[in-house]
């Protein structure tokens, strides 16, 4: 009958290989823990560059609508500028500055620009010259802005039109 028993491994043995159990297991939780934590961050990260881009979408996507809209800004700053003061005149500028006000909510603001300032390539477009008619030029108000065709805006910071003008030239 005592052949059926095995005989049964010393109880040293058996804790030994318990703990040598338990030690790896505990180093293999660990390792899933360091690894959750990695994907927890990459998950932060794309969702943080998916903002990111979203944002960058719509941005875009605004800065076509404004650049399309500043044709009737356009239309509505000339009407101002030839229609005589009257009560249609109010009207406009009512509805002009609330054009305006949506459009700077979004992001446009205009380029300060005035007559008599210097020509600058990077803010300006020069669409019509007028040549200098005084005597005895010293050619010194070359490329001054004489007049102001149309405004230009930035979007965000980022030059979305130049100022179309005139300047003086002595060709």
Do not use: W
Not at 67 to 82: I, Q
Not at 92 to 100: D, G, N, R, V
């Amino acid at each position: 009958m005592n052949e059926h028993y095995e005989e049964l491994p010393k109880r040293e043995e058996t804790i030994d290989e318990l703990l040598e159990k338990i030690s790896n297991l505990e180093k293999e939780k660990e390792q899933y823990l360091e690894n959750l934590k990695r994907a927890k961050s990459d998950v932060l990260r794309i969702q943080s560059e998916y903002e990111e881009k979203f944002k960058e979408i719509q941005n875009i996507a605004n800065l076509e609508l404004i650049y399309h809209l500043l044709s009737v800004l356009d239309g509505f700053e000339l009407a101002l500028k030839e229609s005589e003061k009257n009560e249609i005149n109010k009207g406009f500028y009512l509805i002009y500055s609330q054009l305006k006000d949506v459009l700077e909510k979004f992001g446009l603001s205009e380029i300060e620009i005035s007559p008599n300032q210097k020509f600058d390539p990077n803010f300006h477009e020069a669409i019509a010259k007028k040549k200098c008619v005084q005597e005895n030029c010293s050619g010194e108000d070359e490329g001054l802005i004489v007049e102001i065709l149309s405004k230009g805006y930035f979007f965000k910071g980022r030059l979305l039109r130049p100022s179309r003008v005139k300047i003086i030239t002595h060709e």
